[in-house]
């Protein structure tokens, strides 16, 4: 049984090596049909991808969540205390200052800059792409100067990263750590993070000067009290978009002086990969449905080539049969040429995927259009998928003009 | 019969004599639109280990016919064929296989060497179908071919070789497991006297040096006329 499998796949081999024109045209429809499995694969893990950093970044990482409370905070070590005991395993401020700062640098204004107020947790619980120099450490909170990141953007505007100066109603000297990569998303929005530290209390959180205008929130955050916490993957406040977790505050509000709790204390998923998912999902089968039916015709093609050379290599097949070929010996030999035919076509269409992959990933990159990390490449999957696929398709393909093989008479084929 | 006639001793086992073959009352018919056609009758014969038989016979005969049955390519509607100790004819399709490749070397009168292939993948040909391992493959095919006298032309593929040439390659293809017994169908039939003559030394020289019978198919009497004995096939029947 073993010799006469192994000498099957050795005559499918040396087959379709001698056949080449037959294996060429036989290839063209599992090439097409490979090649839209394999990119729509490569599409839904680039988009996967794709949805998860962009969530990371602009939302968190799995399990994060957005906590607004809105009025004033009689004791802050209170509340920070109570949204670890409600369930959160990292906790960052997240609040923009109450007043309008302003940056400059070598003495230059840089105008429409977004400030945010953070603690070191936040580099956990969010992706963050260090172009230069690193994130806060709980030392920099011992900095008598304000410590600052800065993003690709605010960096290029400010030029001299070293004579940086933040303030309200006066300049302070500020430390500018490290540069971060812009997300893909904000473009040329300039933006910086602000340590949460002894040196930026009175920014952060003074009460606005009633003469200026309290800087007017950038959308989504812009509550009183902003914090992102990070929740166990398995707390109930991460299947309930959050709900569970403001219940819990609103019962210990008293504790850190907020009234009317109910209409005060908000908190919602922030991180969106999850959401993303489904419609990805949906969409991701639909397009392999096509690129099925696409494979279904390459094997169409590779099945009439299969029955058109079964045909005319009747002479050929009964030779092998004289010269000792068992029926199964045959019968793999057959169907070996059309796998070998499948997948030869299956690493074309692999091939050229990579290709489109590599050249669409230098795109997206030069462009800018992609957060940091995220390449479009063929993943294991799609390799899999592909070439999996493509030997199915073989298999598939070669049974019938197999069992034609069998039927044919040994005699009759060696008088042709 | 009488109570006191002998009993006829027991033969000895095929492997033990000179017998290699024994064809014995073996009938062919085929059933042709519901018209039952006989085609042998009753052939009755034996091949010798390095025996050299010729088959001769008028066309539609049955020669060709009997020689699908000798190569286990084809079943007798009668009678027994017994190939090297082996009875054929209650065997199954894998054995009658097996003993096919590892027994039996066909010479075809039409060469039927694979195209597109070198002459030495032709000779390997049966050895991958043995399971030989591919350096010993190639070795033997080699040493097969320029022992034909194609040493020169390993690689060439068939339309690049003379008839003659392609006989010998088909020759040392069928001497490339080493079987008991030849086959050749008419193997001077598509060459002209010279090659012909070169094949029948050939063909007779290796079978000799390697032991192996030959039972050959011809309507050629210079053929015939070599071979240690002729079986003549007459409408059917063995003479």
Not at chain 1, 41 to 52: I, P
Not at chain 1, 244 to 260: I, K, N, Q, Y
Not at chain 2, 41 to 46: A, P
Request: with cysteine; proline share 4%; hydrophobic share 45%.
């Amino acid at each position: 049984m073993l010799r006469s499998l192994t000498a099957g796949i050795v005559l499918a081999f040396t087959g379709s090596r001698a056949n080449i024109a037959r294996t060429i045209l036989s290839c063209a429809g599992v090439v097409v049909g490979v090649g839209a499995l394999i990119l729509v694969v490569t599409g839904s893990d680039f988009g996967q991808r794709y949805a998860v950093a962009y969530s990371e970044i602009q939302g968190g990482r799995a399990a994060t969540l957005q906590v607004e409370i809105n009025g004033d905070v009689t004791d802050r070590d209170a509340l920070e205390e109570d949204l670890y005991r409600a369930g959160g395993e990292q906790v960052s401020l997240y609040q923009m200052p109450s007043g309008a700062v302003r940056v400059r640098s070598g003495g230059a204004d840089v105008p429409d800059v977004e400030i945010r107020g953070v603690d070191p947790e936040l580099g956990d619980i969010r992706r963050i792409t260090m172009t230069r120099g690193r994130w806060f450490t709980e030392a920099d909170r011992e900095s008598l100067a304000p410590v600052l990141v800065v993003n690709e953007s605010l960096a290029a505007s400010m030029g001299d990263l070293t004579r940086v100066q933040i303030g309200t109603d006066r300049w302070v000297d500020a430390r500018v750590v490290g540069v971060i990569a812009d997300s893909g998303m904000d473009f040329t929005w300039q933006s910086a993070y602000l340590l949460r530290s002894p040196a930026t209390e009175e920014i952060l959180f003074a009460p606005p000067d009633s003469e200026e205008a309290p800087q007017e929130g950038f959308g989504f955050y812009g509550g009183s009290n902003a914090y992102v916490v990070r929740l166990d993957p398995d707390h109930p406040g991460v299947e309930d978009y959050g709900e569970g977790f403001s219940e819990s505050l609103r019962t210990v509000a008293w504790r850190w002086g907020v009234e009317d709790p109910q209409n005060a204390i908000w908190s919602y998923r922030a991180d969106s990969a999850e959401m993303l998912e489904e419609p990805l999902l949906y969409m991701t089968w639909g397009l392999l449905g096509i690129a099925f039916i696409t494979l279904g015709t390459g094997l169409l093609g590779v099945l009439n080539v299969g029955l058109v050379t079964v045909r005319e290599r009747r002479r050929e097949l009964a030779t092998y049969r004289a010269l000792g070929a068992s029926r199964f010996t045959l019968f793999v030999a057959v169907v070996m040429e059309a796998v070998v035919v499948s997948v030869v076509a299956g690493i074309v269409a692999l091939a050229g995927c990579w290709a489109l992959a590599a050249l669409g990933s230098a795109v997206v990159t030069e462009l800018d259009l992609v957060p940091p990390g995220v390449d479009l490449r063929v993943p294991p999957s799609g390799v899999l998928l592909g070439l999996g696929s493509a030997a199915a398709v073989g298999l598939l393909a070669g049974i019938i003009p197999a069992a034609r093989a069998l039927r044919a008479s040994v005699v009759a084929g060696l008088r042709e | 019969m009488s109570v006191d006639t002998p009993l006829p001793e027991a033969a000895p086992p095929a492997a033990q004599t000179s017998e290699l073959l024994r064809v014995e009352g073996v009938t062919r018919h085929f059933m042709v639109s519901g018209t039952r056609i006989d085609v042998l009758y009753d052939c009755t014969f034996q091949v010798a280990r390095g025996e050299v038989v010729a088959i001769v016979g008028q066309s539609g005969s049955g020669k060709s016919t009997l020689l699908n049955l000798l190569g286990l390519l084809d079943r007798p509607s009668g009678g027994s064929y017994v190939f090297d100790g082996v009875d054929t004819t209650r065997l199954g399709e894998g054995r009658r296989s097996r003993l096919r490749g590892e027994g039996i070397g066909f010479v075809f009168q039409q060469f039927h060497l694979l195209e597109r292939r070198s002459a030495l993948a032709n000779v390997g040909v049966p050895m991958v179908l043995g399971g030989v391992p591919v350096f010993r493959r190639r070795a033997r095919a080699r040493e097969l071919l320029e022992s034909v006298g194609l040493g020169h032309r390993l690689d060439s593929q068939p339309h690049q070789l003379s008839g003659g040439e392609q006989q010998r390659v088909a020759l040392a293809r069928a001497l490339s497991r080493e079987p008991a017994l030849i086959l050749a169908d008419e193997p001077t039939g598509a060459l002209d006297a010279a090659s012909s003559r070169m094949i029948m030394d050939q063909l007779l020289a290796q079978a000799e040096l390697r032991g192996a019978a030959v039972v050959v198919v011809t309507h050629d009497p210079k053929v015939a006329e070599r071979a240690d004995r002729v079986v003549e096939l007459v409408e059917g029947r063995t003479r």
